[in-house]
């Protein structure tokens, strides 16, 4: 009874969608455990793109169920359009494929306007955020005013969640100069996404726990990444939930002993979307190489991805707060044909040698990469299917991320399709 955790070990859109493509072959389960439509994946299938934002990535597999989970911050609309344009591409056929759990919260019109206004308001020193509404759900969530899928589906009860907490919202929102929002416009727009909604929604820590005493495999989907988690990433430039492999089991209502293995997610290189420190970032015509070579804008909002050498000293952490049993390194075609390859193995803060991940952002802003050099390679990955198929400075260049992360990579993605991936151990049938 395998039950396996992805995970990013960066700063989000490592790939985590493909992989969990990937593994979702030998799951009966799916299920996403935080975050909201901030977060996106893309999964290229047959040569066909297909980028979701709340249903979690296995719904492209016949037969599986897919469960967004308390822990979720779920935006109705954008889950309605979602469920349309998957059944208009011959997806989620039935039913019974999705599950949304009742206790994960609603993101409100008021949180979408209150993002948006808050980031304005705050000039040179803002986050970063999407605006979509994220963070400022998950404060109603912890401030105990929030509104639940539960509400959501029974309109009397949302009409008396949005009269609870509409008041303290418009308030906020005038704050800020903004446009307030009436109780009926919310009550009808909602009322009836909440409607359409209604035939997914149970009790999802019930449903996973039926489904694990008979023996089903389930594989649980992190949003973002390590380096994005509201208590472990570079905080105050990070999301608003915690993105690590432990929030698995308390945002989908599972014990943390049905855990049996957690595979993090790494590019090749590194990568970072909005604001805050990033020591390896290239602003030079090599990051400018790499993000063209690796198409790196973001899933959700189109932002062109800030781009740099791998960087070990985030590896080892995600390791470390991941507790990871292995890696799988994606986007390694994208390094074909640069000459020499950087990875950061310490950093130099104010003088002294640094090897371990600082807590401190203004801290992490002073660090200076150390630098290994590694040659490159010129010949293309797009074929090989067998880690020895890799051309020898390729297969050095893993090897060496092993050494220094003490975590083996278990997979390595060699192009965007499902195919293009090179499966060295399956964590669905390999123990450790």
């Not at 979509?132 to 509104?147: L, M, N, Q």
């Not at 020591?279 to 015509?285: A, C, K, R």
């Not at 200076?368 to 297969?395: F, M, Q, V």
Request: charge should be negative; aromatic fraction near 6%.
């Amino acid at each position: 009874m395998p039950n396996v955790v992805v995970v990013g070990a960066q700063w989000g859109d490592e790939g985590k969608g493909k992989v969990v493509d990937l593994f979702t072959e030998h799951a009966s389960v799916v299920v996403r455990y935080q975050g909201g439509n901030n977060a996106g994946h893309t999964l290229v299938v047959g040569g066909k793109k297909t980028v979701l934002h709340l249903i979690p990535s296995g719904m492209l597999h016949a037969g599986k169920v897919c469960v967004i989970g308390n822990g979720v911050v779920v935006d109705p609309e954008v889950l309605c359009h979602e469920i349309d344009g998957l059944k208009t591409s011959g997806f989620l056929q039935d039913d019974t494929q999705l599950v949304i759990a009742e206790a994960a919260h609603v993101i409100m019109p008021w949180h979408k306007r209150i993002d948006l206004l808050r980031e304005g308001a705050m000039g040179a020193a803002k986050i970063g955020t999407t605006g979509r509404g994220i963070g400022p759900t998950y404060e109603d969530k912890v401030a105990r005013r929030g509104v639940r899928v539960y509400d959501l589906v029974r309109i009397e009860k949302l009409r008396k969640a949005v009269e609870r907490a509409l008041p303290a919202a418009n308030a906020e929102i005038e704050r800020l100069g903004g446009e307030a929002f009436t109780v009926d416009e919310i009550v009808s727009a909602y009322g009836k996404a909440g409607e359409r909604l209604k035939r997914y929604v149970k009790d999802a820590s019930l449903y996973l726990s039926q489904r694990a005493r008979e023996g089903a495999h389930i594989l649980f989907e992190g949003a973002q990444g390590t380096l994005l988690d509201v208590d472990h990433g570079t905080y105050p430039f990070v999301t608003s939930s915690n993105t690590v492999a432990g929030n698995a089991a308390v945002g989908s209502g599972v014990g943390p002993s049905l855990i049996d293995a957690v595979v993090g997610i790494t590019k090749a290189y590194t990568t970072r979307v909005g604001s805050g420190p990033f020591p390896t970032e290239l602003t030079d015509e090599m990051g400018e190489r790499l993000r063209a070579a690796g198409s790196e804008f973001g899933a959700t909002t189109g932002r062109p991805r800030r781009c740099g050498w791998l960087d070990m000293v985030v590896l080892r952490y995600a390791a470390r707060v991941n507790g990871l049993w292995g890696l799988a390194l994606t986007k390694m075609d994208v390094l074909t044909g640069f000459e020499e390859l950087k990875i950061a193995v310490a950093y130099e803060i104010d003088g002294e040698r640094v090897e371990e991940f600082p807590c401190d952002a203004e801290m992490l802003n002073r660090a200076k990469p150390i630098y290994e050099t590694l040659p490159g390679w010129d010949d293309s990955l797009a074929n090989c299917r067998r880690y020895e198929e890799l051309p020898p400075t390729a297969r050095a260049y893993v090897e060496r991320i092993e050494q220094l992360s003490q975590v083996p990579v278990t997979a390595v993605s060699v192009g965007a399709d499902r195919q293009e991936t090179i499966l060295r151990q399956n964590p669905f049938f390999e123990r450790r």
